[in-house]
Structures are given as C-alpha cells and as structure tokens.
C-alpha cells in the first residue's frame, strides 16, 4: 500500500514540475480560427490574382502588394484571436497568461519564424518567389517543434505535418498556393479540432 502511495506521489510531483514548466493553455479553438482566417484570405486572393489582367502574381504589382495585405491580415487576426481565447483559458486553468513557461515558448517560436521571414523577404527582393510557399510552410513547422518543447507536445505533429509539406511543395512550386492552404488552412482546422476535443472539452467538464 505504501509503495502504492509512494508512486501515486512521484506520479503527481512529475505532473507538477511538467506543468510548471510547460505553457499548456493554448486553444484548440483559436487553432480552429486560424485555420478559417487563412482559407477567407486565400479564397480572396485567388478570386483577386484569377479575376486581374495578368491572371498571376508579379513583385513590383499592385495585385501582390493587395496579397501581402491580406496575408497580414490573415497572421493578425490569428494572433488576436490566439491570445484572446488562450488568455480566457488561462484564467479557467489558474494559470498566468506571462509567466517564465509563456516567454520560453514565445521565444523558442518566433527565433525560426523571424528567421525564415527575413530570409523569404531576401529572396523576394531578389525576384526568386518561387519556393515562397515551402520556406514559409518548413520555418513554420520548425518555429512549432521548437515551441513545443515548452507547450503541448501534441504541437510537434502539426510542426512535422507543416514541414513535410513544404518539403512536397519544394518539389512541386506551381502547386505553392494549394500547399500552402492545405498547411495554414486545412491542417489548422485539423489540429485545432483534435486539440479541442482532446484538451478544451475536458477543462470544461471539470470546471
């Protein structure tokens, strides 16, 4: 009985120290939004580039310049809504939305993501856009596995899911724009749904 107990406590010390230094409060919802914001937007850019004079996308264009804003959009929507929904999370968990676990994720996250958006925006003043789509997709995928080391594992899968398609999409570059709705669109929505039911069902019930 004793050893029972003894365990039982290891157990619960081990879930302690893993909670206190793991951020676990991200949404599955705001996963969910992130996905649909990025489906609207590429829904529109595709209705704006397919219905212009040229029927495709060049640098110096004003039809890439509407693009890149709506892509912006897209990336500012999502991250208000991520922190709208993950702080309210928070608060039902009793968990600080800063704390030292939030900052080492926040970090780990956007040391590749920074990184790979300088690096895009160097060869798109270069005039070689081609594998845009795949760089964005493989940085992304890398800024999740290493952000996951702080949060929910679960996020890893999305990361490796996000860089096998870049690595598809290097292959096929005139299929950019359906890998990249397939990777921040339909994968979001994926994730995001299995998250929610695995992790935001359950802290509701128990609530």
């Not at 992130?34 to 397919?50: D, E, F, K, N």
């Not at 929904?85 to 996250?109: C, H, M, P, Q, Y």
């Not at 760089?135 to 596995?145: C, S």
């Amino acid at each position: 009985m004793e050893s029972k107990d003894y365990l039982k406590d290891i157990s619960e010390i081990k879930d302690l120290m893993n909670k206190s230094s793991r951020f676990i409060s991200l949404s599955g919802l705001s996963g969910i939004l992130a996905g649909v914001y990025a489906l609207i937007g590429a829904s529109i850019a595709y209705y704006i580039v397919t219905n212009s004079v040229r029927g495709y996308l060049i640098l110096d264009g004003q039809i890439f310049a509407i693009c890149m804003f709506i892509l912006a959009m897209v990336a500012l929507f999502s991250v208000v809504t991520a922190i709208i929904l993950t702080t309210k999370k928070a608060k039902k968990n009793g968990e600080k939305i800063w704390d030292s676990s939030s900052k080492r994720l926040l970090v780990n996250f956007l040391i590749p993501l920074i990184t790979g958006g300088i690096y895009i925006l160097i060869i798109l003043n270069q005039g070689r856009y081609g594998h845009t789509a795949a760089l964005m997709l493989i940085f992304y995928g890398l800024a999740l596995i290493n952000a996951s080391k702080y949060s929910l594992g679960d996020i890893k899968y999305l990361g490796l899911t996000e860089i096998a398609l870049g690595l598809i999409c290097a292959f096929l570059p005139s299929y950019g724009f359906w890998f990249w709705v397939a990777g921040f669109g339909i994968m979001h929505i994926v994730y995001g749904s299995w998250m929610h039911f695995k992790y935001d069902r359950n802290v509701i019930k128990t609530l």
